[in-house]
Protein backbone atom coordinates (compact mmCIF):
# COMPACT_ATOMS: atom_id res chain seq x y z
CA UNK A 1 0.00 0.00 0.00
CA UNK A 2 1.12 3.46 -0.70
CA UNK A 3 0.67 6.49 1.54
CA UNK A 4 0.43 9.83 0.84
CA UNK A 5 0.12 12.58 2.88
CA UNK A 6 1.87 15.68 4.44
CA UNK A 7 3.10 13.56 7.81
CA UNK A 8 3.60 10.81 5.93
CA UNK A 9 6.37 11.48 3.34
CA UNK A 10 8.09 7.93 3.24
CA UNK A 11 5.22 6.32 0.71
CA UNK A 12 6.83 2.47 1.68
CA UNK A 13 5.64 3.61 5.55
CA UNK A 14 2.77 1.36 6.71
CA UNK A 15 -0.66 2.02 7.60
CA UNK A 16 -0.49 5.04 10.42
CA UNK A 17 -1.81 4.20 13.58
CA UNK A 18 -4.70 6.93 13.64
CA UNK A 19 -4.79 7.09 17.66
CA UNK A 20 -0.94 8.98 17.51
CA UNK A 21 -2.28 10.77 14.81
CA UNK A 22 -1.56 14.98 15.02
CA UNK A 23 -4.23 16.38 17.00
CA UNK A 24 -6.51 18.72 14.87
CA UNK A 25 -6.61 22.50 15.20
CA UNK A 26 -10.68 22.03 14.74
CA UNK A 27 -10.90 20.06 18.00
CA UNK A 28 -11.59 22.48 20.45
CA UNK A 29 -15.35 22.48 19.11
CA UNK A 30 -17.41 21.08 21.96
CA UNK A 31 -19.35 17.56 21.70
CA UNK A 32 -23.29 18.29 22.43
CA UNK A 33 -24.24 14.72 23.51
CA UNK A 34 -21.67 14.79 26.25
CA UNK A 35 -20.65 18.58 26.45
CA UNK A 36 -17.16 17.14 26.89
CA UNK A 37 -14.80 18.07 23.97
CA UNK A 38 -14.71 14.40 22.09
CA UNK A 39 -11.58 15.05 19.63
CA UNK A 40 -10.36 11.50 20.14
CA UNK A 41 -12.82 9.53 17.54
CA UNK A 42 -11.05 8.10 14.94
CA UNK A 43 -13.00 7.51 11.97
CA UNK A 44 -11.63 5.26 8.90
CA UNK A 45 -13.18 5.93 5.42
CA UNK A 46 -12.93 3.60 2.56
CA UNK A 47 -12.90 5.51 -0.67
CA UNK A 48 -10.81 8.70 -2.10
CA UNK A 49 -13.33 9.69 -4.43
CA UNK A 50 -15.45 13.06 -3.99
CA UNK A 51 -17.68 11.67 -1.24
CA UNK A 52 -14.84 10.49 0.63
CA UNK A 53 -12.95 12.87 0.69
CA UNK A 54 -15.41 15.81 1.97
CA UNK A 55 -16.32 13.34 4.39
CA UNK A 56 -12.44 13.15 5.68
CA UNK A 57 -12.33 17.14 5.36
CA UNK A 58 -15.60 17.45 7.61
CA UNK A 59 -14.58 15.01 10.27
CA UNK A 60 -11.19 16.46 10.62
CA UNK A 61 -12.22 19.77 10.51
CA UNK A 62 -14.70 18.79 13.41
CA UNK A 63 -11.90 17.52 15.31
CA UNK A 64 -11.67 13.44 14.51
CA UNK A 65 -8.65 11.69 13.28
CA UNK A 66 -8.91 10.34 10.22
CA UNK A 67 -7.53 7.93 7.94
CA UNK A 68 -8.61 7.91 4.48
CA UNK A 69 -8.14 4.68 2.25
CA UNK A 70 -8.49 4.16 -1.74
CA UNK A 71 -7.65 1.22 -3.81
CA UNK A 72 -6.51 3.17 -6.61
CA UNK A 73 -2.97 4.56 -6.94
CA UNK A 74 -4.43 8.13 -6.46
CA UNK A 75 -7.20 9.84 -4.90
CA UNK A 76 -10.21 11.06 -6.83
CA UNK A 77 -9.13 10.06 -10.02
CA UNK A 78 -12.73 9.58 -11.09
CA UNK A 79 -13.42 13.41 -10.02
CA UNK A 80 -10.66 14.38 -12.77
CA UNK A 81 -12.65 12.88 -15.21
CA UNK A 82 -16.14 14.61 -14.83
CA UNK A 83 -18.08 16.67 -16.96
CA UNK A 84 -15.82 16.07 -19.72
CA UNK A 85 -12.44 17.06 -17.66
CA UNK A 86 -14.62 20.44 -16.49
CA UNK A 87 -16.09 18.90 -13.81
CA UNK A 88 -19.87 19.93 -13.44
CA UNK A 89 -19.99 20.42 -9.57
CA UNK A 90 -23.58 21.36 -8.93
CA UNK A 91 -26.32 23.50 -10.50
CA UNK A 92 -28.57 26.64 -9.88
CA UNK A 93 -31.64 24.70 -9.18
CA UNK A 94 -33.55 25.51 -5.66
CA UNK A 95 -33.80 22.74 -3.22
CA UNK A 96 -37.01 21.59 -4.14
CA UNK A 97 -36.45 21.44 -7.85
CA UNK A 98 -32.95 19.88 -6.91
CA UNK A 99 -33.91 17.11 -4.58
CA UNK A 100 -37.07 16.48 -7.37
CA UNK A 101 -34.87 15.55 -9.38
CA UNK A 102 -33.80 12.00 -7.63
CA UNK A 103 -37.25 10.92 -8.01
CA UNK A 104 -38.57 8.88 -4.81
CA UNK A 105 -35.45 8.51 -3.40
CA UNK A 106 -35.18 12.56 -3.13
CA UNK A 107 -36.36 12.48 0.21
CA UNK A 108 -33.56 10.39 1.73
CA UNK A 109 -31.18 13.33 0.23
CA UNK A 110 -32.98 15.89 1.95
CA UNK A 111 -30.93 16.35 5.50
CA UNK A 112 -27.57 15.54 3.28
CA UNK A 113 -28.60 18.84 1.26
CA UNK A 114 -29.58 21.10 4.27
CA UNK A 115 -26.08 20.31 5.92
CA UNK A 116 -24.44 21.03 2.78
CA UNK A 117 -26.52 22.80 -0.33
CA UNK A 118 -25.13 23.93 -3.48
CA UNK A 119 -24.49 27.85 -1.76
CA UNK A 120 -22.69 25.53 0.89
CA UNK A 121 -20.38 23.97 -1.18
CA UNK A 122 -19.24 27.25 -3.89
CA UNK A 123 -18.36 28.56 -0.63
CA UNK A 124 -16.53 25.42 0.53
CA UNK A 125 -14.33 25.76 -2.93
CA UNK A 126 -14.54 29.50 -2.86
CA UNK A 127 -12.36 29.49 0.61
CA UNK A 128 -9.91 26.95 -0.93
CA UNK A 129 -9.11 29.26 -3.52
CA UNK A 130 -11.47 27.71 -6.06
CA UNK A 131 -14.13 30.05 -8.19
CA UNK A 132 -17.38 28.15 -10.24
CA UNK A 133 -19.45 30.17 -12.79
CA UNK A 134 -22.51 29.06 -13.78
CA UNK A 135 -22.38 30.54 -17.94
CA UNK A 136 -25.39 28.96 -19.03
CA UNK A 137 -27.29 29.96 -15.90
CA UNK A 138 -27.67 26.34 -14.32
CA UNK A 139 -24.76 24.07 -14.35
CA UNK A 140 -21.62 25.54 -12.41
CA UNK A 141 -17.92 24.40 -13.52
CA UNK A 142 -14.52 25.57 -12.51
CA UNK A 143 -13.51 28.91 -13.39
CA UNK A 144 -10.03 27.03 -14.01
CA UNK A 145 -12.13 24.92 -16.64
CA UNK A 146 -10.33 22.12 -14.83
CA UNK A 147 -11.61 19.13 -12.68
CA UNK A 148 -7.91 19.27 -11.49
CA UNK A 149 -8.38 22.35 -9.48
CA UNK A 150 -11.03 20.71 -7.34
CA UNK A 151 -9.30 17.58 -6.88
CA UNK A 152 -6.04 19.82 -5.85
CA UNK A 153 -8.23 21.85 -3.54
CA UNK A 154 -9.23 18.79 -1.65
CA UNK A 155 -5.93 17.38 -1.82
CA UNK A 156 -4.69 20.60 -0.05
CA UNK A 157 -7.04 20.59 2.13
CA UNK A 158 -6.55 17.41 3.63
CA UNK A 159 -2.69 17.69 3.89
CA UNK A 160 -3.20 21.14 5.86
CA UNK A 161 -5.62 18.90 8.08
CA UNK A 162 -2.96 16.14 8.28
CA UNK A 163 -5.20 13.56 7.00
CA UNK A 164 -2.92 10.56 5.66
CA UNK A 165 -4.73 8.44 2.71
CA UNK A 166 -3.39 5.27 2.28
CA UNK A 167 -3.67 4.53 -1.77
CA UNK A 168 -3.45 0.87 -3.32
CA UNK A 169 -5.37 -0.15 -0.35
CA UNK A 170 -7.00 -3.26 -1.80
CA UNK A 171 -9.15 -6.31 -0.23
CA UNK A 172 -10.37 -4.15 2.69
CA UNK A 173 -12.97 -5.44 5.43
CA UNK A 174 -14.76 -4.57 8.63
CA UNK A 175 -13.34 -5.70 11.17
CA UNK A 176 -15.88 -6.42 13.48
CA UNK A 177 -15.13 -8.73 16.38
CA UNK A 178 -18.50 -9.72 18.25
CA UNK A 179 -20.47 -8.27 15.98
CA UNK A 180 -18.94 -5.10 16.74
CA UNK A 181 -17.22 -2.64 14.52
CA UNK A 182 -13.74 -1.44 15.75
CA UNK A 183 -11.95 -1.21 12.18
CA UNK A 184 -10.62 -2.06 9.16
CA UNK A 185 -9.19 -5.40 8.19
CA UNK A 186 -5.91 -4.82 5.83
CA UNK A 187 -3.76 -7.19 4.10
CA UNK A 188 -1.28 -5.49 6.26
CA UNK A 189 -3.49 -5.73 9.57
CA UNK A 190 -5.73 -4.39 11.30
CA UNK A 191 -6.58 -0.82 11.61
CA UNK A 192 -8.49 0.19 14.68
CA UNK A 193 -11.26 3.16 14.65
CA UNK A 194 -14.27 4.13 16.04
CA UNK A 195 -16.44 4.54 12.94
CA UNK A 196 -15.80 3.52 9.25
CA UNK A 197 -17.24 5.99 6.74
CA UNK A 198 -18.13 3.84 3.14
CA UNK A 199 -17.25 5.73 0.45
CA UNK A 200 -16.39 3.70 -2.37
CA UNK A 201 -18.65 4.41 -4.85
CA UNK A 202 -20.50 1.97 -7.25
CA UNK A 203 -20.04 0.40 -10.19
CA UNK A 204 -19.84 2.88 -12.89
CA UNK A 205 -16.97 3.30 -14.99
CA UNK A 206 -14.62 0.89 -13.18
CA UNK A 207 -11.50 2.32 -14.88
CA UNK A 208 -11.45 4.97 -12.81
CA UNK A 209 -11.90 3.38 -9.77
CA UNK A 210 -15.48 2.14 -8.30
CA UNK A 211 -15.21 -1.53 -9.41
CA UNK A 212 -18.34 -2.20 -6.57
CA UNK A 213 -15.98 -4.03 -4.51
CA UNK A 214 -16.96 -1.77 -1.03
CA UNK A 215 -21.14 -3.47 -1.43
CA UNK A 216 -18.90 -6.29 0.22
CA UNK A 217 -18.15 -4.28 2.85
CA UNK A 218 -21.68 -3.19 3.62
CA UNK A 219 -22.83 -6.40 2.93
CA UNK A 220 -20.60 -8.00 5.59
CA UNK A 221 -22.49 -5.76 7.84
CA UNK A 222 -25.79 -7.15 6.86
CA UNK A 223 -26.92 -5.09 4.24
CA UNK A 224 -28.96 -5.42 1.31
CA UNK A 225 -27.65 -4.45 -1.70
CA UNK A 226 -30.15 -3.36 -4.41
CA UNK A 227 -28.90 -5.23 -8.00
CA UNK A 228 -26.92 -2.29 -9.15
CA UNK A 229 -27.25 -1.58 -13.00
CA UNK A 230 -25.98 1.04 -14.46
CA UNK A 231 -27.71 4.84 -15.10
CA UNK A 232 -26.24 7.70 -17.09
CA UNK A 233 -25.30 4.96 -19.74
CA UNK A 234 -25.35 5.42 -23.56
CA UNK A 235 -28.66 2.63 -25.01
CA UNK A 236 -27.97 0.52 -28.00
CA UNK A 237 -31.17 0.62 -30.40
CA UNK A 238 -32.76 -2.44 -32.41
CA UNK A 239 -33.48 -0.12 -34.93
CA UNK A 240 -30.60 0.97 -37.21
CA UNK A 241 -31.35 3.94 -38.56
CA UNK A 242 -30.07 5.67 -35.51
CA UNK A 243 -26.77 4.60 -36.28
CA UNK A 244 -26.91 6.18 -39.61
CA UNK A 245 -27.15 9.38 -37.93
CA UNK A 246 -23.80 9.00 -35.50
CA UNK A 247 -22.68 12.19 -34.45
CA UNK A 248 -25.86 14.15 -34.99
CA UNK A 249 -27.33 16.28 -32.11
CA UNK A 250 -31.00 16.17 -31.50
CA UNK A 251 -31.74 19.68 -29.37
CA UNK A 252 -34.33 19.29 -26.75
CA UNK A 253 -35.66 16.02 -27.59
CA UNK A 254 -37.79 14.60 -25.42
CA UNK A 255 -37.83 10.29 -24.64
CA UNK A 256 -40.75 8.58 -22.73
CA UNK A 257 -40.64 5.09 -22.06
CA UNK A 258 -43.68 3.12 -24.27
CA UNK A 259 -45.18 0.98 -21.33
CA UNK A 260 -48.04 1.54 -19.33
CA UNK A 261 -47.86 2.85 -15.85
CA UNK A 262 -44.83 4.63 -16.96
CA UNK A 263 -44.24 8.42 -17.07
CA UNK A 264 -46.17 10.21 -20.10
CA UNK A 265 -43.42 13.28 -19.40
CA UNK A 266 -40.39 11.48 -19.79
CA UNK A 267 -36.98 13.43 -19.77
CA UNK A 268 -36.16 16.25 -22.12
CA UNK A 269 -33.04 17.33 -23.56
CA UNK A 270 -31.05 16.85 -26.36
CA UNK A 271 -29.91 13.59 -28.05
CA UNK A 272 -26.85 12.14 -29.26
CA UNK A 273 -26.98 9.64 -32.18
CA UNK A 274 -24.33 7.29 -31.87
CA UNK A 275 -22.60 3.94 -34.38
CA UNK A 276 -25.27 1.85 -31.36
CA UNK A 277 -28.03 4.37 -30.43
CA UNK A 278 -28.49 7.13 -28.59
CA UNK A 279 -26.54 8.98 -26.30
CA UNK A 280 -26.40 12.55 -24.52
CA UNK A 281 -28.46 13.78 -21.48
CA UNK A 282 -32.05 12.82 -22.33
CA UNK A 283 -30.70 9.65 -23.54
CA UNK A 284 -28.56 8.93 -20.09
CA UNK A 285 -31.52 10.74 -17.97
CA UNK A 286 -33.21 7.73 -18.88
CA UNK A 287 -31.11 4.79 -19.16
CA UNK A 288 -31.01 3.89 -15.61
CA UNK A 289 -34.94 3.57 -15.94
CA UNK A 290 -34.24 1.40 -18.76
CA UNK A 291 -31.56 -0.44 -17.21
CA UNK A 292 -34.03 -1.37 -14.33
CA UNK A 293 -36.60 -2.47 -16.75
CA UNK A 294 -33.64 -4.51 -19.19
CA UNK A 295 -33.63 -6.66 -15.97
CA UNK A 296 -37.20 -7.89 -16.65
CA UNK A 297 -37.59 -7.92 -20.47
CA UNK A 298 -35.65 -8.27 -23.28
CA UNK A 299 -36.19 -5.12 -24.45
CA UNK A 300 -37.79 -1.73 -23.24
CA UNK A 301 -39.85 0.28 -26.08
CA UNK A 302 -39.07 4.09 -26.50
CA UNK A 303 -40.53 6.84 -28.13
CA UNK A 304 -38.59 9.73 -28.92
CA UNK A 305 -40.22 13.06 -30.18
CA UNK A 306 -37.74 14.76 -32.34
CA UNK A 307 -39.82 17.85 -32.77
CA UNK A 308 -42.21 20.08 -30.98
CA UNK A 309 -45.32 18.83 -32.56
CA UNK A 310 -46.20 15.44 -31.29
CA UNK A 311 -49.63 15.71 -32.91
CA UNK A 312 -49.50 12.70 -36.23
CA UNK A 313 -52.76 15.09 -37.48
CA UNK A 314 -51.02 17.69 -37.54
CA UNK A 315 -47.79 16.19 -39.13
CA UNK A 316 -50.36 14.99 -41.65
CA UNK A 317 -51.65 18.34 -42.49
CA UNK A 318 -48.48 19.91 -42.66
CA UNK A 319 -46.82 17.17 -45.08
CA UNK A 320 -50.12 17.45 -47.28
CA UNK A 321 -50.10 21.46 -47.09
CA UNK A 322 -46.24 20.74 -48.73
CA UNK A 323 -47.33 18.13 -51.12
CA UNK A 324 -49.69 20.91 -52.87
CA UNK A 325 -47.62 24.30 -51.67
CA UNK A 326 -44.07 23.05 -52.29
CA UNK A 327 -44.58 19.89 -55.18
CA UNK A 328 -41.20 20.03 -56.79
CA UNK A 329 -38.87 20.27 -53.06
CA UNK A 330 -37.13 17.02 -52.48
CA UNK A 331 -39.25 15.60 -49.51
CA UNK A 332 -35.95 15.20 -47.41
CA UNK A 333 -35.78 18.72 -48.18
CA UNK A 334 -38.29 19.98 -46.79
CA UNK A 335 -38.02 17.64 -43.38
CA UNK A 336 -34.52 19.08 -43.17
CA UNK A 337 -36.23 22.43 -42.47
CA UNK A 338 -37.33 21.18 -39.36
CA UNK A 339 -34.70 18.09 -38.35
CA UNK A 340 -30.66 18.37 -38.70
CA UNK A 341 -30.05 16.98 -42.70
CA UNK A 342 -29.03 13.48 -41.89
CA UNK A 343 -31.77 12.91 -39.24
CA UNK A 344 -34.30 14.02 -41.99
CA UNK A 345 -33.23 11.43 -44.34
CA UNK A 346 -33.03 8.72 -42.39
CA UNK A 347 -36.79 9.23 -40.84
CA UNK A 348 -37.73 9.91 -44.52
CA UNK A 349 -36.03 6.28 -45.62
CA UNK A 350 -37.69 4.79 -42.70
CA UNK A 351 -40.93 5.63 -44.04
CA UNK A 352 -40.22 4.35 -46.96
CA UNK A 353 -39.40 7.42 -48.78
CA UNK A 354 -37.13 7.20 -51.99
CA UNK A 355 -34.38 9.93 -51.52
CA UNK A 356 -35.40 11.75 -54.91
CA UNK A 357 -38.90 11.59 -54.02
CA UNK A 358 -40.49 15.21 -54.56
CA UNK A 359 -43.46 16.17 -52.16
CA UNK A 360 -46.02 15.80 -55.04
CA UNK A 361 -45.15 12.36 -55.38
CA UNK A 362 -45.15 10.87 -51.91
CA UNK A 363 -47.69 8.76 -51.76
CA UNK A 364 -50.59 8.62 -48.41
CA UNK A 365 -48.97 5.72 -46.71
CA UNK A 366 -45.69 7.07 -46.64
CA UNK A 367 -47.37 10.63 -45.47
CA UNK A 368 -48.88 8.50 -42.74
CA UNK A 369 -45.40 6.59 -41.68
CA UNK A 370 -43.45 9.72 -42.00
CA UNK A 371 -46.03 11.38 -39.99
CA UNK A 372 -45.65 9.39 -37.23
CA UNK A 373 -42.22 9.00 -36.77
CA UNK A 374 -42.11 13.10 -36.95
CA UNK A 375 -44.32 13.51 -33.87
CA UNK A 376 -43.02 10.16 -31.93
CA UNK A 377 -40.51 8.45 -33.40
CA UNK A 378 -40.37 4.50 -31.64
CA UNK A 379 -37.03 3.29 -30.76
CA UNK A 380 -36.82 -0.27 -29.25
CA UNK A 381 -33.66 -0.64 -26.33
CA UNK A 382 -31.90 -3.86 -26.50
CA UNK A 383 -29.52 -3.07 -23.92
CA UNK A 384 -27.07 -0.04 -22.49
CA UNK A 385 -23.63 0.11 -22.68
CA UNK A 386 -23.19 -1.22 -19.42
CA UNK A 387 -21.02 -0.42 -16.46
CA UNK A 388 -17.92 0.35 -18.62
CA UNK A 389 -19.98 3.40 -20.30
CA UNK A 390 -21.93 3.96 -17.40
CA UNK A 391 -21.32 7.44 -15.45
CA UNK A 392 -23.38 6.51 -12.20
CA UNK A 393 -25.03 3.40 -10.52
CA UNK A 394 -28.48 2.90 -9.71
CA UNK A 395 -28.93 0.13 -6.65
CA UNK A 396 -26.54 0.15 -4.05
CA UNK A 397 -27.31 0.14 -0.25
CA UNK A 398 -30.68 -0.11 0.90
CA UNK A 399 -31.91 2.95 2.03
CA UNK A 400 -33.87 1.93 4.56
CA UNK A 401 -31.23 0.48 6.16
CA UNK A 402 -29.61 3.87 6.86
CA UNK A 403 -30.93 7.27 8.82
CA UNK A 404 -30.59 9.78 6.51
CA UNK A 405 -30.30 12.49 9.33
CA UNK A 406 -26.85 10.69 10.45
CA UNK A 407 -25.68 8.57 7.33
CA UNK A 408 -25.77 6.11 9.73
CA UNK A 409 -26.15 2.49 9.02
CA UNK A 410 -29.04 0.84 11.43
CA UNK A 411 -27.68 -2.35 11.38
CA UNK A 412 -23.97 -1.78 12.57
CA UNK A 413 -23.03 1.13 14.74
CA UNK A 414 -20.70 3.63 13.86
CA UNK A 415 -20.74 2.70 10.19
CA UNK A 416 -21.87 5.36 7.85
CA UNK A 417 -22.25 6.06 4.14
CA UNK A 418 -21.60 8.31 1.67
CA UNK A 419 -21.83 9.15 -2.43
CA UNK A 420 -22.87 6.93 -5.26
CA UNK A 421 -22.42 3.36 -3.11
CA UNK A 422 -25.88 4.24 -1.70
CA UNK A 423 -29.04 3.52 -3.97
CA UNK A 424 -29.00 6.97 -4.74
CA UNK A 425 -28.51 8.66 -8.45
CA UNK A 426 -29.64 11.71 -10.02
CA UNK A 427 -29.59 12.74 -13.69
CA UNK A 428 -26.97 14.94 -15.79
CA UNK A 429 -26.10 18.20 -14.61
CA UNK A 430 -23.79 18.29 -11.52
CA UNK A 431 -26.74 16.58 -9.53
CA UNK A 432 -24.27 13.54 -8.71
CA UNK A 433 -21.74 15.50 -7.54
CA UNK A 434 -23.59 17.86 -5.43
CA UNK A 435 -24.69 14.38 -3.49
CA UNK A 436 -21.59 12.99 -3.04
CA UNK A 437 -20.22 16.10 -1.60
CA UNK A 438 -22.98 16.67 0.79
CA UNK A 439 -23.50 13.25 2.02
CA UNK A 440 -19.40 12.62 2.73
CA UNK A 441 -19.77 16.20 4.13
CA UNK A 442 -22.63 15.24 6.79
CA UNK A 443 -21.35 11.23 7.01
CA UNK A 444 -18.21 13.01 7.94
CA UNK A 445 -19.51 14.86 10.28
CA UNK A 446 -21.82 12.42 12.01
CA UNK A 447 -18.80 10.05 12.28
CA UNK A 448 -16.78 12.73 14.29
CA UNK A 449 -19.95 12.44 16.47
CA UNK A 450 -21.53 15.88 15.66
CA UNK A 451 -25.24 16.09 15.58
CA UNK A 452 -27.68 17.84 13.20
CA UNK A 453 -28.61 19.45 16.88
CA UNK A 454 -25.17 20.67 17.14
CA UNK A 455 -25.27 22.11 13.74
CA UNK A 456 -29.31 23.86 14.18
CA UNK A 457 -27.75 25.23 17.43
CA UNK A 458 -25.69 27.59 14.37
CA UNK A 459 -22.57 26.39 15.10
CA UNK A 460 -21.16 26.95 11.10
CA UNK A 461 -18.36 24.38 10.74
CA UNK A 462 -18.15 25.90 6.99
CA UNK A 463 -17.18 28.38 7.01
CA UNK A 464 -14.36 27.82 8.99
C1 LIG B 1 -16.91 10.04 -16.92
C2 LIG B 1 -17.78 10.58 -15.80
C3 LIG B 1 -18.13 11.91 -15.79
C4 LIG B 1 -18.95 12.40 -14.76
N1 LIG B 1 -19.25 13.73 -14.75
C5 LIG B 1 -20.01 14.23 -13.74
C6 LIG B 1 -20.26 15.63 -13.65
O1 LIG B 1 -19.73 16.44 -14.43
N2 LIG B 1 -21.06 16.06 -12.64
C7 LIG B 1 -21.61 15.20 -11.73
O2 LIG B 1 -22.34 15.65 -10.85
N3 LIG B 1 -21.34 13.88 -11.76
C8 LIG B 1 -20.53 13.38 -12.73
N4 LIG B 1 -20.24 12.05 -12.74
C9 LIG B 1 -20.70 11.21 -11.62
C10 LIG B 1 -19.79 11.43 -10.40
O3 LIG B 1 -18.44 11.38 -10.82
C11 LIG B 1 -20.03 10.38 -9.33
O4 LIG B 1 -21.39 10.39 -8.98
C12 LIG B 1 -19.19 10.68 -8.09
O5 LIG B 1 -17.81 10.62 -8.41
C13 LIG B 1 -19.48 9.70 -6.97
O6 LIG B 1 -18.63 10.01 -5.90
P1 LIG B 1 -18.22 8.91 -4.84
O7 LIG B 1 -17.14 9.52 -4.02
O8 LIG B 1 -19.41 8.37 -4.18
O9 LIG B 1 -17.64 7.71 -5.69
P2 LIG B 1 -16.31 7.65 -6.65
O10 LIG B 1 -16.04 8.96 -7.27
O11 LIG B 1 -16.55 6.48 -7.50
O12 LIG B 1 -15.17 7.38 -5.60
C14 LIG B 1 -15.07 6.16 -4.91
C15 LIG B 1 -13.61 5.91 -4.60
O13 LIG B 1 -13.51 4.73 -3.81
C16 LIG B 1 -12.46 3.92 -4.30
N5 LIG B 1 -12.76 2.54 -3.95
C17 LIG B 1 -13.72 1.75 -4.50
N6 LIG B 1 -13.74 0.56 -3.88
C18 LIG B 1 -12.79 0.59 -2.92
C19 LIG B 1 -12.33 -0.34 -1.96
N7 LIG B 1 -12.88 -1.55 -1.87
N8 LIG B 1 -11.32 0.02 -1.14
C20 LIG B 1 -10.76 1.25 -1.24
N9 LIG B 1 -11.15 2.18 -2.13
C21 LIG B 1 -12.16 1.86 -2.95
C22 LIG B 1 -12.46 4.17 -5.80
O14 LIG B 1 -11.23 3.87 -6.39
C23 LIG B 1 -12.81 5.65 -5.86
O15 LIG B 1 -11.66 6.48 -5.84
C24 LIG B 1 -19.43 11.53 -13.75
C25 LIG B 1 -19.05 10.19 -13.76
C26 LIG B 1 -18.23 9.70 -14.77
C27 LIG B 1 -17.83 8.24 -14.76
Not at 220 to 234: D, F, K, R, W, Y
Request: proline share 8%.
Amino acid sequence: MLMLGAHCPNPQSSIPNPQSAIPNPQSAIPNPQSAIPNPHNTVLIVGAGPAGMMAAISAARAGARVTLFERMDRPGVKLLATGGGRCNLTNTLAPEAFLERFGRHGKFLRPALAALDQRALLDFFNQLGVRFHAEDGLHYFPASESAASVRDALLAELRRLGVPIVCRAESLSLWMPQGQLKGLRTPSGDVAGDCAVLAAGGKAWPSLGSDGSGYALAAQAGHEIITPVPALAPLVTGEKWPTRCTGIVSPGARLRIDLPKRSRQGVQGDLLFTHRGISGPAALDISGEVSGLLMERDNVPLRVHLTDEPSVEIWLSRLRKWRESRPKKFLRSLVAEVLPAALAEALCEEAGVEPDLRAAHVTRSQCLGLAGLLAAAPLTITATEGFGKAMATRGGVNLREVDPRRLESRLLGGLYFAGEILDVDGPCGGFNLQWAFSSGFLAGLSAAEETAEYLGRGVRLFPL
